[in-house]
């Protein structure tokens, strides 16, 4: 069976840590190029891995003509990017946030249908072992359904990760459009949205900069969430956890409480109102500073040689960028905002 053929564009660190050691370790996979506007960046991974470099995803696209791209690219460029990739009839996986506005992912998800190719969101949080065994134990029934929740991700920020530091395009509004909301809170939108099987219907949220200097985008946001089904819940994301990382999840629920990723062996625990607890050791969650297998890659990778539609489509990006547009507006407006 001949290989997927796989160009990644943007080569900082969630392509170098994630997505092309993980097409990498795959035999059926062969990564043919790689796009930076830093050509030293992608000529590193290049001489580590084999494929051509470029400083153009559109001469890459024309002159590749890939299965496939990963689109690891700053924020405001995802669209753009995804949308070239699609009409060159590559299969794309976006980094998340998808895009920076409804419309911007709108178009993408039409780029992607009309030309017939797969787009996936790389949410990955999803197939982090404590939330899936969490979602488990949710779709058993035995907690009953959710009331309340809190979900919160926060870190030092990304100028410890990311590859260009302090001052990078993390920090600036016109590549990142959102700061901490976009680059952690969409994660746990779209957990929440698919861990409780529900959607967002209102949001209300204090979004702002409390301690980063020099950029023009949030460093925290704490936003109040009330789902469809009447469940109300926090959202918490902060780039000024300097302690170290957190990417808990608490769920109480009808016949107890579920607690996920509090505990650092005991990664899902819960306890039922008649006293009985149970503690499952399912794996941890990864971190920027021990990375795991996101999941990600093997998912887009199955779908594509398997002609099955990802799970985590354009549509549920959507859904879950979303939920961060309505968190800005709400901000700006001093008011709920309905998700839309």
């Known amino acids: 069976m001949s290989k997927l053929r ?34 030293e960046r992608a000529q590193k991974l290049s001489t580590q891995y084999g494929g051509n470099v470029y400083t153009d995803h559109n001469a890459m696209l024309a002159a590749e003509k890939p299965d496939a791209v990963s689109v690891c690219t700053p924020n405001a460029l995802h669209a753009a990017v995804s949308i070239d990739a699609a009409n060159a009839g590559a299969h794309v996986l976006c980094e998340k946030p998808m895009a920076v506005s409804a419309e911007e992912a709108r178009q993408m998800i039409d780029a992607a249908r009309k030309n017939g190719v797969y787009l996936m969101i790389g949410h990955n949080q999803r197939y982090m072992p404590p939330h899936a065994k969490a979602k488990e134990i949710l779709k058993s029934g035995k907690l009953g359904n959710v009331l309340t929740f ?28 959102v700061g901490a909301m976009g680059d952690l ?7 929440i949205r698919w861990m409780l099987d529900d959607e967002v219907e209102d949001v209300g949220a204090f979004v702002g900069t409390l301690h980063k200097e020099d ?21 918490v994301a902060s780039w000024t956890y300097y302690r170290g990382e957190d990417n808990s999840t608490v769920l109480w629920c009808e016949n107890g409480v579920m607690k996920i990723g509090t505990d650092p062996d005991d990664q ?15 794996g941890g969650i990864s971190t920027n500073e021990k990375q795991l297998a996101s999941g990600v890659i093997d998912a887009f990778v199955a779908s594509i040689l398997t002609k099955t539609p990802p799970s985590i489509s354009g549509e549920e990006g959507a859904k879950s960028l979303a939920v961060i547009l309505a968190a800005m507006e709400s901000q700006a407006k001093g008011t709920i905002v309905k998700v839309t």
């Not at 950029?215 to 959202?235: E, F, P, W």
């Not at 899902?268 to 399912?282: A, C, P, Q, W, Y």
Request: hydrophobic share 40%.
């Open 6 to 39: 796989v160009a990644v564009i943007g080569c900082g660190s969630i392509a170098i840590h994630r997505h092309v050691p993980e097409y990498a370790a795959r035999e059926d996979v062969e990564l043919v190029a790689f796009v930076d506007p830093v050509a």
């Open 150 to 177: 809190r979900t919160s991700f926060g870190h030092p920020g990304p100028e410890g990760w990311s590859v260009e530091g302090k001052g990078g395009w993390f920090f600036q509004k016109s590549k990142a459009y």
């Open 185 to 191: 809170g969409v994660h746990k939108a779209d957990l």
């Open 215 to 235: 950029t023009d985008v949030d460093d925290n946001a704490t936003c109040i969430l009330r789902m469809k089904s009447g469940a109300i819940g926090t959202l």
């Open 268 to 282: 899902v625990i819960v306890e039922l109102r008649d006293g009985s607890v149970e503690k499952h050791k399912v």
